[in-house]
């Protein structure tokens, strides 16, 4: 039997109190719940993004890439940016639009998608 559809993707921090307020500003996630500083979950979309804290995650997990759709990637690189994360790097895939990588405060990967615009 094939797998279902990916429910949730996580990352596991240290702080979630701070964690928690750079990807509900920085990335303007809506917050779904938070169980104390376990767990925090967003909705991203038709997906959960959670952070975990180390005691709730897989024994020896360590961090994610999580790549998320953006639209306008200047203004959302800025707040990133402004909120203590770093854009690390960004590339151009042709007709696959471009992916841009940054590092939240934690230094935890995540990438921004821009999908490509209309044909001219």
């Known amino acids: ?7 949730s993707v996580y990352t596991v921090v240290n702080d979630m109190d701070r964690m928690q307020a750079f990807y509900a500003e920085a990335l303007e996630l809506p917050l779904s719940f938070r169980d104390r500083d376990r767990w925090c979950q967003f909705k991203a ?5 959670a952070l975990s804290s180390a005691a709730e995650a897989a024994n ?8 998320f ?14 909120l203590g994360g770093r854009h690390l790097a960004s590339r151009d895939m042709g007709a696959h639009g471009s992916v841009a990588t940054f590092a939240d405060p934690e230094g935890n990967l995540f990438q921004l998608h821009v999908r490509p615009g209309p044909s001219a």
Do not use: H, Q, Y
């Not at 039997?1 to 429910?7: D, E």
């Not at 979309?45 to 993004?49: D, M, Q």
């Open 1 to 7: 039997m094939p797998l279902g559809a990916i429910s």
């Open 45 to 49: 979309g038709p997906l959960a993004f």
């Open 60 to 67: 020896e997990a360590r961090g994610s890439v999580i790549v």
């Open 69 to 82: 759709d953006a639209a306008d990637l200047a203004s959302v690189t800025a707040r990133i940016e402004r």
